[in-house]
């Protein structure tokens, strides 16, 4: 490859044009500082709220109350801070292993430099195995073919040519053309090509420029619970001016009036289901990282659990994205290689491995001469023409006349000459000038293979005594040979998946950019159903969205689509009410992925852009990784449900205990320590108690629940708020006992709080399951949950009986006689729970 005629930019010139045109890169999210992190945080009303408070003492010169609720805060932010870092630090760590080298001309040398650092006008020198950095045309090649699969969703390298074409607008995949795209491989051969685009111009980067047309909507749970927050706190908000009014007008008392209402404001609102989202989700990022799954947007786990379709690309997430061979015909006669290769092969199949390797580069990079190379050796132990006394004469490159491969080899002893060719069954069956029935016949076995899924290549060999090579393959005499079949496998255990995938009520449908027969080949052979059953990208150009939307809800696999058409298909489904998780890897997929509820991309191999717009990354692109993901999105959402359920149950007591004082002209029970303390600290921990539970064993063989339906029902409702109003009587009628019996202010408000903490932690209990009893709950109850009921009571012990801590918290000590008492009594207040569980065998809050 002559570059002398070559001289590139200059370093000058190249800082001109980066001034003008930025780097070759993609925009992506910025990365989110501290003092971004922390605002997005302290919005949430209950960190508002808290916030408040803390001012307000320390306004008021109470100045350990204020340090306590603000110390509470940071903790809750620092937790989510560590693992919004976290998960951008992976994020980045992929962008960094994707980004291509390059080798330029530049003032005449030859440079190795960072892929961004492209610009346009470049002279770029790209090889076998080189990710091309930008689009550009070719100036000259050798035998150049790119595979273009992340564009295009096609396996199969594309041939590219030097000629110019005087209409630079073509289409990605025209294998006549001279143009190559920023992030497609070399598959073989060499060229050089000028850089027209880089960056955001690119063909990846007008895909990525699209997605930003596509608007994200809120998820049902935050809608739900910021509902749920809203109407509590204008319910807060006008009693909170009750109580102020009360104490202005009847107790003439401002300082208190303003903490009690204040107190009470905290008690009612559920300002602790922002913090359970935080906790629920961060830690189910984290426990579903564990699965290789990365999770970008912990919004959508909730959304796992109720997707009902899973769009999946064929090229990479069902099969491996590599060529292997599976089937050999020659002499009318087929052979099944046995993937793990068998050691007996007969002589003529022999034959077709030995010229078909000697139409192989001597090093080959193309996936299917490597393999070829491969099983060749093993079967025949080395070619006997490619031993030290044989050498390549002459190359014939693949041409856009003839997709056809050539070498004639010569023996450098007795100039023995033989000719070994091997490419398109049609250009080889014209190499070998067959006509007639013999040409249908062998055509016939090719389609018979194609519709396996194969990608078929012909080879023939021939023989040339001649001293002078005539210039074109056609002047030779070839005979045929045979046909090598190679198949592109299925990941290991995709079956399984896709079937434990129906078997949770969800359909899968396969998109790809293959052919029709190849995608039904492999579609029946992991279980898609209705495989038979196919809508090509030129039927789909000609349907109405309407029309689609009928034909989608029986129609599971798509094939020959283009890009645009993958987000035609996502909508048509979310049109139809579905659900849509949607799996890819290349720029391709961006915009579907943007579109689905759920978009999942691929960490190996996938895109900048495809994880940019994904909302789950697969680190190992494993298939069975998504099913994980469903399974643990269910058992996620399952259990903010249940957490959620009890937090709006331990809410009516500490609610209930603010205000019934007030109207029995009772001291105030209550401080907004108090509240912190049970809201911060108990609260919290209780929630990660559920967190921790496992979910059933039939998790998996249930339906995708109805992302209509409301996390609480009225049955749902009236069951917590009565487990909270019995709680709230006994916590009353405790403080009532002190007071008659004239006990202290602290000790009648220890009393009430004792029985606050015991009946938070026997509603944790009792809500972990509403079908086992509470034996069986403790029997098979999660480590933290042991940890949370034995800490709390020791806590709670710790804050009565330790006397710097009980005056803290405004508590006095009590006889020990009396603390049992209120814990037998907080049990009691449960048990009618437990009792009508063994009546309500199917009592379920999932």
Not at 726 to 751: D, H, P, Q, W
Request: neutral net charge; glycine residues 6%.
């Amino acid at each position: 490859m002559d570059l002398t005629n070559y001289k590139g930019l200059t370093e000058n010139e190249v800082l001109e044009i980066l001034k003008l045109e930025g780097y070759n890169e993609l925009p992506s999210q910025k990365k989110k500082n501290f003092f971004v992190l922390f605002f997005k945080i302290i919005k949430e009303p209950m960190f508002l709220l808290l916030i408040s408070a803390g001012l307000i003492y320390l306004f008021l010169g109470d100045i350990n109350d204020s340090l306590m609720l603000l110390f509470a805060i940071f903790i809750v932010i620092g937790i989510t801070f560590y693992q919004e870092r976290k998960t951008e630090k992976t994020l980045e760590a992929l962008k960094d292993l994707s980004s291509p080298k390059a080798l330029v001309i530049r003032d005449g040398d030859e440079k190795k430099i960072n892929g961004r650092e492209i610009v346009p006008n470049d002279i770029v020198i790209i090889h076998e195995g080189d990710r091309i950095p930008a689009d550009g045309i070719v100036l000259y090649e050798e035998s150049l073919t790119v595979d273009e699969s992340l564009l295009t969703g096609e396996s199969v390298p594309v041939t590219k040519t030097d000629e110019k074409k005087e209409n630079d607008n073509i289409l990605v995949g025209d294998d006549n053309n001279s143009f190559v795209y920023s992030g497609t491989l070399v598959t073989s051969g060499r060229a050089i090509i000028q850089v027209k685009m880089t960056g955001i111009k690119t063909e990846i980067g007008k895909i990525g420029k699209s997605l930003e047309t596509i608007k994200e909507e809120d998820t049902l749970l935050n809608k739900e619970t910021s509902k749920i927050v809203r109407y509590a706190a204008s319910i807060a908000l006008s009693l909170c001016f009750f109580v102020l009014l009360f104490y202005l007008f009847f107790k003439n008392d401002l300082i208190n009036g303003l903490l009690s209402g204040l107190t009470l404001g905290m008690a009612i609102i559920p300002e602790e289901f922002p913090v359970v989202l935080i906790i629920f989700l961060t830690l189910g990022a984290w426990r579903i990282s564990k699965k290789n799954v990365l999770t970008r947007k912990k919004a959508v786990i909730e959304t796992l659990g109720a997707a009902t379709v899973l769009c999946v690309d064929k090229t990479g997430t069902i099969t491996l994205n590599k060529m292997q061979l599976s089937v050999l015909y020659t002499h009318n006669n087929f052979y099944e290689i046995d993937p793990n290769l068998e050691k007996h092969i007969s002589v003529e199949f022999k034959e077709l491995l030995e010229f078909g390797m000697l139409a192989n580069k001597k090093n080959p990079f193309d996936p299917m001469e490597k393999e070829l190379n491969r099983v060749g050796e093993f079967y025949i132990k080395g070619p006997k023409h490619l031993d030290i006394d044989w050498e390549i004469l002459k190359e014939f490159p693949l041409s856009k006349d003839l997709l056809a491969f050539s070498h004639i080899w010569k023996n450098k002893k007795n100039n023995e000459k033989i000719l070994a060719s091997k490419g398109a069954p049609e250009a080889i069956l014209h190499l070998c000038h067959i006509d007639g029935n013999e040409k249908d016949k062998i055509l016939n076995k090719v389609h018979e293979m194609s519709s396996r899924g194969l990608r078929v290549l012909g080879v023939a060999r021939g023989k040339y005594n001649d001293d002078v090579i005539p210039s074109n393959q056609h002047d030779f005499n070839f005979e045929f040979v045979g046909l090598l079949g190679f198949i592109d496998p299925e990941r290991k255990n995709v079956n399984e998946s896709i079937k434990e995938t129906y078997e949770a009520g969800m359909r899968v449908i396969m998109i790809t950019g293959d052919y029709p027969g190849t995608a039904k080949y492999i579609a029946k052979k992991v279980g898609i159903k209705n495989y038979d059953q196919v809508i090509t990208g030129d039927e789909l150009y000609h349907m109405s969205d309407l029309e689609l939307a009928e034909k989608i809800k029986v129609i599971n696999i798509f094939a020959r689509i283009i890009p645009e058409q993958k987000l035609k298909i996502i909508n048509a489904l979310k049109s139809n009410g579905e659900i849509v998780a949607m799996t890819g890897d290349g720029v391709n997929d961006a915009p579907a992925l943007k579109s689905a509820h759920i978009g999942i991309s691929m960490g190996e191999r996938g895109t900048d852009v495809a994880r940019e717009a994904s909302d789950i990354i697969l680190l190992n692109d494993d298939f069975s990784s998504i099913v994980s993901a469903v399974s643990l999105g269910r058992r996620i959402y399952d259990n903010i449900k249940r957490a959620m359920g009890y937090l709006l149950a331990v809410h009516i007591p500490i609610a209930g205990i603010s205000v019934l004082p007030l109207l029995f002209n009772y001291p105030s029970v209550l401080l907004p320590a108090h509240v912190a303390f049970l809201e911060l600290i108990i609260d919290p921990a209780c929630s990660t108690v559920f967190e921790g539970e496992k979910g059933s064993r039939f998790i998996m063989k249930r339906p995708p629940r109805n992302l209509k339906e409301t996390i609480f029902n009225r049955k749902n409702i009236f069951i917590l708020f009565l487990q909270g109003f019995v709680s709230l009587i006994i916590c009353f009628l405790l403080f009532y006992f002190a007071i008659k019996n004239g006990m202290s202010e602290n000790e009648s408000r220890t009393f009430a709080f004792a029985s606050l903490v015991l009946s938070n932690i026997f509603l944790i209990t009792i809500n972990l399951s509403w079908d086992k009893g509470i034996l069986k709950i403790f029997k098979e109850a999660n480590k933290v949950f042991y940890c949370v009921f034995f800490g709390a009571i020791v806590s709670l012990l710790v804050v009565i009986y330790v006397e710097p801590v009980a005056s803290l918290f405004h508590l006095s000590r009590i006889d020990v006689k009396y603390f049992l008492i209120i814990f037998i009594i907080s049990f009691v207040g449960v048990s009618w729970f437990e009792i009508l569980k063994l009546f309500k065998k199917q009592l379920q809050i999932n």
